[in-house]
């Protein structure tokens, strides 16, 4: 069995250049690949849909970074332009076993069914208010930025009862924050100032509580348990992180992949397909995350032919077991919104730490899309898809823009 991590690496490209093609090298070299992250840290990525459901339930992979051997031995640099999203805070993402359930119950008290469903009404206000602002005489605009970025933005601000007023300087340090381009000496201005943005939220909530999801954290309780202050700060940042920009991504790989199949786009627009089966074939096909940080072993965990050791890290490559063929039959590679058991993938994530935002991304795509074409039937792209740009994430599927045209 391979055990070390020294064997050839193959890098992940910080400026994401080829995401579709980065997948299908990970996928081939699975399901188990050593990879390089930005900035030269080696660690495992889990590359197959099967491999990948089994470590996500795994109880040696625990979210601790203290368990990383390289962060003990003072390998990963605090202004490592993705420490933010290996090392974010105290919640539940990042704490396992009991104290995983009870940060998870609590936060559960809070994000309920209904006050996501209570959201649509919402959701659809803002999602026609949108559309009445986009040019209709078919010259060409940015959707990302008039449309799939905005409405997210509204949308986790009410439910967490952020004020708009933060909304740009979010926008700039969220960019900051997932991005491998950002300079070593921004990286913790960046998390501090995030952190205070969050801070000010709860403290504001604290003294004047809302109906909001801050509120409702605040006041969670479990047998007289409740969040501690740095516990809200963090789930807080981190709902707000994953709450936008997987939905963002989620509507602009949807409109690409239906600009592109045009005989797809004429299923659903047609009424002979659901909306639902291009929300569910556009997260497995074009997932909005392309890797999820981080995971560490307490010890040798085989994996097929190979072994993560003990103190070695471990991350989920979304972007290449979506295409699994093993998991999604010999035409994985095809955007096939027919397809059968179209929920199959794990894009949110699989065991106990699933996104706990799934349902309100779902909801929000599901709003926003159907109305989108409804008031557009002619939209498509105003480039060649082969002209759309990655931006250097290398956590997400996320374009620098979407040149459209409504007509």
């Known amino acids: 069995m391979t055990t070390g991590i020294e064997e050839a690496r193959i890098p992940l490209d910080p400026f994401v250049t080829d995401l579709d093609g980065e997948s299908a090298r990970l996928r081939a070299a699975g399901p188990l690949a050593a990879v390089e992250l930005p900035g030269g840290v080696p660690v495992w990525a889990v590359t197959?849909?099967?491999?990948?459901?089994?470590?996500?339930?795994?109880?040696?992979?625990?979210?601790?970074?203290?368990?990383?051997?390289?962060?003990?031995r003072g390998e990963i640099p605090t202004d490592w332009p993705l420490i933010g999203l290996a090392n974010p805070g105290r919640s539940m993402l990042t704490v396992d076993g009991a104290e995983h359930r009870r940060l998870r119950t609590l936060v559960a008290q809070a994000l309920t069914v209904r006050r996501v469903e209570h959201m649509r009404g919402r959701i659809t206000e803002l999602t026609d208010r949108l559309l009445d602002e986009l040019p209709a005489d078919g010259g060409v605009f940015d959707l990302k930025a008039a449309f799939a970025y905005p409405l997210p933005m509204y949308v986790v601000a009410d439910?967490?009862?952020?004020?708009?007023?933060?909304?740009?300087?979010?926008?700039?340090?969220?960019?900051?924050?997932?991005?491998?381009?950002?300079?070593?000496?921004?990286?913790?201005?960046?998390?501090?100032?995030?952190?205070?943005?969050?801070?000010?939220?709860?403290?504001?909530?604290?003294?004047?509580?809302g109906d909001d999801l801050t509120s409702a954290l605040i006041l969670a309780s479990e047998n007289g348990d409740h969040l501690t202050d740095e516990e809200i700060v963090s789930t807080l940042q981190l709902m707000v992180a994953?709450?936008?920009?997987?939905?963002?991504?989620?509507?602009?790989?949807?409109?690409?992949?239906?600009?592109?199949?045009?005989?797809?786009?004429?299923?659903?627009?047609?009424?002979?397909?659901?909306?639902?089966?291009?929300?569910?074939?556009?997260?497995?096909?074009?997932?909005?995350?392309?890797?999820?940080?981080?995971?560490?072993?307490?010890?040798?965990?085989?994996?097929?032919?190979?072994?993560?050791?003990?103190?070695?890290?471990?991350?989920?490559?979304?972007?290449?077991?979506?295409?699994?063929?093993?998991?999604?039959?010999?035409?994985?590679?095809?955007?096939?919104?027919?397809?059968?058991?179209?929920?199959?993938?794990?894009?949110?994530?699989?065991?106990?730490?699933?996104?706990?935002?799934?349902?309100?991304?779902?909801?929000?795509?599901?709003?926003?899309?159907?109305?989108?074409?409804?008031?557009?039937?002619?939209?498509?792209?105003?480039?060649?898809?082969?002209?759309?740009?990655?931006?250097?994430?290398?956590?997400?599927?996320?374009?620098?823009?979407?040149?459209?045209?409504?007509a």
């Open 48 to 72: 197959h849909h099967a491999e990948a459901k089994a470590l996500l339930t795994d109880p040696r992979l625990v979210k601790d970074i203290n368990v990383w051997g390289a962060w003990q």
């Open 159 to 209: 439910l967490m009862g952020i004020e708009e007023a933060r909304l740009p300087r979010l926008k700039v340090l969220f960019e900051k924050f997932f991005s491998t381009q950002t300079p070593p000496e921004e990286v913790v201005a960046t998390l501090t100032e995030l952190a205070g943005i969050m801070a000010d939220t709860v403290a504001a909530k604290r003294a004047a509580p």
């Open 242 to 406: 994953a709450g936008h920009e997987t939905t963002i991504s989620l509507i602009v790989n949807a409109v690409v992949n239906l600009s592109t199949h045009p005989e797809q786009r004429a299923l659903v627009l047609s009424g002979r397909a659901e909306w639902s089966a291009v929300i569910e074939e556009t997260l497995r096909w074009s997932t909005p995350t392309s890797h999820v940080l981080i995971r560490f072993a307490t010890e040798d965990v085989p994996v097929g032919d190979r072994v993560i050791p003990a103190g070695d890290a471990l991350i989920v490559s979304y972007g290449a077991l979506g295409r699994d063929e093993r998991a999604h039959g010999p035409t994985a590679g095809a955007f096939d919104i027919t397809r059968d058991s179209p929920s199959r993938h794990i894009s949110f994530g699989h065991g106990p730490h699933v996104c706990p935002g799934a349902a309100l991304s779902r909801l929000e795509a599901g709003v926003a899309l159907p109305a989108l074409y409804a008031r557009f039937p002619r939209l498509d792209l105003a480039v060649p898809a082969s002209e759309l740009r990655n931006k250097p994430v290398v956590t997400q599927n996320d374009l620098f823009e979407l040149p459209v045209r409504t």
